[in-house]
């Protein structure tokens, strides 16, 4: 079964590109454009990953991933923050918030996928359903 990973992106570019490269290898990706929608999704839908920008609209990506975070159901999703801000500190604060890894934008696409799998496989939620 094809993992589905939830991408909340308020950038059209950057969602392209992610959607992309997710989809050529096989993942099937949920759209949300900010993150009440993500969160409404999160709960709806099963999801296997995450991915989570930090900077948009509204609710950040930190409250977004607090939110999540309380909610049982979600418990074993991995959570991994996109974010273009190199301050120091960003990880930190995507980690205290609930996520459980951070990728710096721009993506890169060579490895992009390998990254997300790596906490995909580590979650053990394949083997669930
Ligand atoms: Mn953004």
């Known amino acids: 079964m094809a993992p589905r ?9 950057n969602r392209y590109m ?3 490269l997710l989809e050529k290898s096989g993942f099937e990706v949920l759209h949300a454009w900010e993150g009440l ?15 989570l920008d930090i900077q ?4 950040d990506g930190y409250a977004v991933a607090r939110e999540l ?7 074993g999703i991995p959570i991994i923050a996109v974010t273009s801000y190199a301050m120091v500190g960003d990880r930190e604060k995507s980690l205290e918030a609930g996520c459980d890894g951070y ?9 992009f996928v390998a990254d997300i799998s790596r ?3 580590t979650s053990g939620r ?4």
């Open 56 to 59: 948009l609209p509204g609710m």
């Open 37 to 51: 929608t993500g969160i409404e999704l999160a709960l709806r839908e099963q999801v296997d990953l995450v991915l």
């Open 69 to 75: 975070r309380r909610h049982r159901g979600l418990e």
């Open 18 to 20: 992610a959607t992309f």
């Open 103 to 111: 990728l710096e934008k721009p993506i890169n696409p060579h490895t």
């Open 126 to 129: 394949g083997e669930e359903s």
């Open 5 to 13: 990973v939830l991408l909340i992106e308020d950038n059209e570019q």
């Open 119 to 121: 906490f995909l496989s």
